[in-house]
Every structure is written in structure tokens, then in C-alpha cells.
Nanobody, 124 residues
Framework: QVQLVESGGGLVQAGGSLRLSCAAS????????MGWFRQAPGKEREFVAR????????DYADSVKGRFTISRDNAQNTVYLQMNSLKPEDTAVYYC?????????????????WGQGTQVTVSS
């Protein structure tokens, strides 16, 4: 079992920045791939970014490339999502997810464990 706790969401003006954190505990997290997803009201959950814990491979949705950066801190068992140049369309609940490394992908079905979500609101 893996427990995930997100933090760092909030209200920010367009063009601003936020850093989300996802603290992981439980099973050996180095065996997992980690992802960030988001869900806006009335929309389906969508992929934002992912990272493989062992080699640091990263992947991003086209909509956030060049603005968002996913990273990990092995010592803290924490994954971060640095979000810069935020736009109103980035407004959503952001979820952290973990799944087996070998299954790591941009699909939500690849992830077995999910955090409770943190709200990000970007005002225009």
C-alpha cells in the first residue's frame, strides 16, 4: 500500500507560480512511477506530468510543456510539480498518483494509488 498526500495548491493570478508537493509513504517508492493529473469542473481527469523514480525519466502533456517541471526528492520520498506562467485554464484539482514502474505511462489506468487532490485556481 502507498499513501500519497498532496499540498501546495491555492489561488494565484495568471502568470504566477505554484509548487505542488506529493509526500509518499508505504511501500518502497523507488519501485514506482509517479504522475500528476488534474480535473477541472465538468471535464475528465487529464494527464499533466510523470516521472520514473529510478532513473528520473520525465514526460509532460503538451499543454504544460515549458511551463511545468516535475521532480523528485529521494531522501524525502516527495514528488514536486513546479508550475510557472500559470493560466486560467490550469485551474483544476491536481492529483498525485503512483503505479508500478513497468506500467508507467500517461494513462490514469497505469496508476494504483491516488492522493486526495489539491485545488489550484488561477485568476485572470
Amino acid at each position: 500500500q502507498v499513501q500519497l498526500v498532496e499540498s501546495g495548491g491555492g489561488l494565484v493570478q495568471a502568470g504566477g507560480s505554484l509548487r505542488l508537493s506529493c509526500a509518499a509513504s508505504g511501500r518502497t517508492i523507488s519501485n514506482y512511477g509517479m504522475g500528476w493529473f488534474r480535473q477541472a469542473p465538468g471535464k475528465e481527469r487529464e494527464f499533466v506530468a510523470r516521472i520514473r523514480w529510478n532513473d528520473g525519466f520525465t514526460d509532460y502533456a503538451d499543454s504544460v510543456k515549458g511551463r511545468f517541471t516535475i521532480s523528485r526528492d529521494n531522501a524525502q520520498n516527495t514528488v514536486y510539480l513546479q508550475m510557472n506562467s500559470l493560466k486560467p485554464e490550469d485551474t483544476a484539482v491536481y492529483y498525485c498518483a503512483a503505479g508500478p514502474m513497468w506500467r508507467s505511462s500517461a494513462s490514469a489506468q497505469a496508476y494504483d494509488y491516488w492522493g486526495q487532490g489539491t485545488q489550484v485556481t488561477v485568476s485572470s
